[in-house]
Each structure stands twice: as C-alpha cells, then as structure tokens.
C-alpha cells in the first residue's frame, strides 16, 4: 500500500524506483542466463569462431563494467601485450570475461583496484584477474562455479550463475578456468589454449 500513496515524497519515490530497476535488471539477467544455459544444455550454442584480439575482448569486457567501477571508485590495471589471436566467438568471450571481472568489483571495497595481466607462451594465454577483496572461503573454492550456488560470502541479491555461465563459455571455446583466494587477493585464471 505504501507503494500506491500519492502522497509520498519524492525520495521515497526514488527510492523504490532504483530498487524496482535493480530487481528488474536481476530478473533480465537471470532470465538471460537461463536462456543462455538451456542452449548449452541442448547442445545449441553456435560458436562463430574466428581470428580475434585477446587484448580488444578484455578491453569490451572491462568497458562492461565501467559503470560499477565508477561507483565504488576501482581503478582496473590492465597489461597485456598487443597481436595477440585467439580464435573464439568474440561475443561469447567477452561475457564470460564480463561476468568475473563484475564478481571481482562486486566483491572488492571501494576505492580500490583490479589487476589484470596477459600471460602468452607457445601453447596458450593465461590471464589472471586479480581483486584484492574478501577471501572466497574454502569450503566455496571447488563450489564457485556451480550452477546456483551460492557461498558463504555471497551477496543477498546473488542469483550465482555468473561465474557458473563464464565456466560453461569458456570450455566450450576449449579453455579452462579456475580461482585461488586468500585474506589478501583473489584471482580468477582463464586459460585459453591456441
């Protein structure tokens, strides 16, 4: 009832307007990721494999998340060196490294950074995300990229599929994922292989 009072002050208003947005964008998201999983599922996925700069993916994912950044004030350090190739669906990569990076700001104080560094040798890429936010405990480390799962750190408004769809993303396109998490850092290693 408190929703409908027309005389409610503007603040109010504004108030159950951002949190209508925000439960609205959770509800797209999860009906996307849903969508998006029942195609792995099936074996429908398409990949559109091709030629692609590793460096101009990363980059997309970032700009992703650019917005959340700028609220809690994290400054990402990218390095990574240019003409890399990485044949890959350029879409697809790009919302797999979308959904760790947002984990990572999600999960970091504010006013602070991320790392993310490109490793290249003859046989594959490693890039390493780092945060330097809460731990993810150990019990959540073997869990973290479940489907709907859920860790003890979690946020209340976590629906855990996330990092769940990057994993699916990421192998399909015959790479490997996997995080290492202590009281000081974080970091998620995507590895694709050439």
Known sequence: DMILNPEMDDETKLDFITDIKRETNNINFLIQALLKFSKFD???????????????IINEAIKNVSVLCDLKNIKIIFNCENNLNLIC?????????????KNCVEYSEENNKININVENNKI?????????????????LNHIFERFYKGKNSKNDSIG????????????????VWV???????????????
């Open 42 to 56: 099936t074996n429908t996925v398409k990949f559109n494999n091709e030629e692609n700069d590793l460096k101009q």
């Open 89 to 101: 669906d350029k879409k697809w990569q790009i919302e797999s490294l979308t959904n760790i990076i």
């Open 124 to 140: 594959y890429y490693l890039i390493k995300i780092k945060d330097y936010g809460k731990e993810i405990n150990k019990k959540d």
């Open 161 to 176: 599929i996330g990092l769940a769809l990057s994993k699916a993303i990421i192998e399909k396109n015959n790479g490997k």
């Open 180 to 194: 290492e998490s202590n009281e000081n850092e974080t970091i998620f290693y995507v590895q694709y292989f050439k």
